[in-house]
């Protein structure tokens, strides 16, 4: 098991932009793939990106291809998402997850996750 906080969230016009992290507890940060997460209302979860244990494999949704960014930083325990060219439609509650997934995009991989940190983009 591995604890996961998220921070980093805010208010952001259009067009601008935002750091999530994620800081794990925990010795075995680096046995995880991390994985980004958001749901807006009314809405199901999605999957943005996620990071192989040392950093070498990352993955993205096709929406944010280009202008998220994931990375990780093991001696710290912590996952980032820097997030730029943000758009009105990325407002959401942004989730970290952590596990041993077969398939890094799908959710229900992930055995431990965060509480959430809120983005919402103003146009």
């Known amino acids: 098991q591995v604890q996961l906080v998220e921070s980093g969230g805010g208010l952001v016009q259009a067009g601008g932009s935002l750091r999530l992290s994620c800081a794990a507890s925990?010795?075995?940060?680096?046995?995880?793939?991390m994985g980004w997460f958001r749901q807006a209302p009314g809405k199901e979860r999605e999957f943005v990106a996620a990071?192989?244990?040392?950093?070498?494999?990352?993955y993205y949704a096709d929406s944010v291809k280009g202008r998220f960014t994931i990375s990780r930083d093991n001696a710290k325990n912590t996952v980032y998402l820097q997030m730029n060219s943000l758009k009105p439609e990325d407002t959401a509650l942004y989730y970290c997850?952590?596990?041993?997934?077969?398939?890094?995009?799908?959710?229900?991989?992930?055995?431990?996750w965060g509480q959430g940190t809120q983005v919402t983009v103003s146009s």
């Open positions: 925990g010795r075995t940060f680096n046995n995880y793939y």
């Open positions: 997850a952590a596990g041993f997934p077969t398939i890094a995009t799908r959710a229900s991989a992930y055995d431990n």
């Open positions: 990071i192989s244990r040392s950093g070498g494999i990352t």
